[in-house]
């Protein structure tokens, strides 16, 4: 890997986390916020399909991935992001590079297998909730009934394969823009 | 917006090494998000004194506006958790107290995030995760990355602007194309501002195998010590109610 490689990472992270941030500014409206793991995927697709037609070398996606994780970590979202960006990261880079960087089919589950760090952003409040309760015992049972009924356990890997899909989503979303915009200007 | 990812360096009263705000970070993650002994009683408090630090820093950083807006926020939420969850029942309850339960746990991280991101300037970061011996793979694209968020944003605004003018817009008459449209032009000038980039980075030694150096004089003084003690409180009380020594 060159300086030119890491410099593209460093671009189409940019470009990926900007998305993310803005997405996530509707996340502060309680309602939005299971919509991250699918708009997240869907929209950041589009820069990552092209992110894809940069990659030769091996690593540049788990790089990518690690440092969705990171920031993350930075910006207050805990460790979690980073711990299942560090795995899906490599998976995606694997399955990408099974098909010499060049496989369309395997650009879009790329992305697919990519977002999953997106739906580890909930993981906190699945799996800190327990405590959570036992400190609020005083709250009474009816209140831990509602709010464990709004947020049941199995929401967690529905969330996973919502952010599975909607990144394959995206991946074809992206490769029909590529076709139709970049492949014609000779970037992609 | 931009402002937010770049830092202010004149106006920071409190100099803080970046390895300490890194730490600070992990902690209230540790505690405020991930609920660690939340069962006992003191780190419950101490959490929550914990949880106000972020906001003294934003007080030092004089960056009073953004620390009052998040400070009457988190107040705000942290008495309705308090004062109010416990009185009310049904579907009020699950919306609100559901609110709550995010917000209490998520706020204190995001002010500290906010803090960090706009009292730390790259080539600290750069500096201190050299120091971590954090690998050249990750640094370089996490430098360019932070260099190039006020580009990527200003390139936004202005094609947001101009995309506008031509009613592509959430309620216009092309609302269809209202990312495409965005997304389009903001990839094909960042990937031309990226060529140009590599080309300034090769003549500034990126990339090459030998050590580069930092001007940047990073180090833990009397401010991050204090800063620190007050974090290791914390962990000895969870510590010392994990033993059953205080409640």
């Known amino acids: 890997m ?30 939005f916020l299971p919509l991250l793991s699918v708009l997240v995927p869907i929209i950041g697709g589009i820069p990552f399909m092209l992110f894809l037609t940069k990659v030769r070398k091996f690593g540049m996606i788990w790089i990518m991935s690690i440092i969705m994780g990171i920031l993350m970590l930075l910006t207050g979202m805990s460790w979690p992001p980073l711990a299942v960006s560090l795995f899906t990261g490599l998976i995606a ?32 409040l699945f799996f800190a909730a327990e405590k959570y309760w036992a400190s609020r015992q005083n709250f009474g049972q009816d209140y831990i009934d509602t709010v464990t009924k709004l947020m049941p356990t199995w929401m967690c890997p529905v969330t996973f394969i919502v952010a599975f899909l909607c990144g394959i989503i995206g991946g074809l979303i ?14 992609a | ?13 409190l100099v803080l090494d970046p390895r300490t705000k890194l730490i600070v970070m992990i902690t209230l993650v540790v505690f405020a998000l991930g609920g660690t002994g939340s069962d006992i009683e003191t780190v419950r408090y101490g959490t929550t004194a914990l949880s106000i630090l972020p906001l003294i820093f934003l007080m030092t950083a004089k960056q009073y506006k953004k620390a009052a807006v998040f400070g009457s926020l988190y107040a705000l939420i942290k008495s309705a958790e308090i ?15 559901l609110c709550c339960l995010i917000f209490v746990r ?42 190039f968020f006020p580009t990527v944003l200003e390139e936004f605004a202005a094609i947001n602007t101009a995309m506008k003018m031509r009613d592509i817009r959430i309620g216009g008459k092309n609302a269809g194309k209202f990312i495409e449209y965005r ?15 590599s080309a300034a ?16 004089k990073i180090g833990f003084h009397i401010q991050d010590i204090a800063v620190l003690l007050l974090t290791a409180a914390l962990y000895m009380l969870w510590i010392l109610g994990m033993i059953g020594v205080v409640k």
């Not at chain 1, 992206?174 to 970037?187: D, Q, T, Y």
């Not at chain 2, 917006?1 to 009263?13: C, P, S």
């Not at chain 2, 004062?83 to 107290?97: D, K, R």
């Not at chain 2, 706020?107 to 970061?125: D, R």
């Open chain 1, 2 to 31: 060159k300086g030119k490689d890491l410099i593209n990472i460093g671009i189409f992270s940019a470009i990926y986390f900007v998305i993310v941030f803005i997405i996530a500014m509707l996340g502060m409206i309680p309602i």
């Open chain 1, 93 to 124: 880079e694997l399955i990408y590079k099974s098909g010499n960087y060049k496989s369309a089919a395997k650009a879009v589950i790329t992305n697919g297998v990519f977002s999953l760090w997106v739906a580890a952003n909930y993981l906190p």
């Open chain 1, 174 to 187: 992206g490769r029909r823009l590529m076709k139709k915009h970049f492949e014609k200007a000779g970037i």
């Open chain 2, 1 to 13: 917006m931009a402002g937010l990812f770049t830092a202010d360096i004149e106006n920071r009263g």
């Open chain 2, 83 to 97: 004062f109010l969850v416990p009185h009310i029942t049904g579907a009020v309850l699950s919306v609100i107290g």
């Open chain 2, 106 to 147: 998520l706020m204190p991280g995001l002010i500290m995030g906010a803090y960090m991101l706009s009292s730390t300037t790259v080539s600290e970061f750069i500096a201190a995760m050299h120091r971590m011996h954090i690998p050249q793979q990750i640094t370089i694209p996490l430098s360019v990355m932070f260099r």
């Open chain 2, 183 to 197: 997304l389009v032009p903001l990839m094909v000038c960042s990937v031309n501002i990226g060529s140009e980039l």
């Open chain 2, 201 to 216: 980075a090769l003549t500034r030694g990126l990339g090459t195998k030998v050590k580069r150096t930092n001007i940047c």
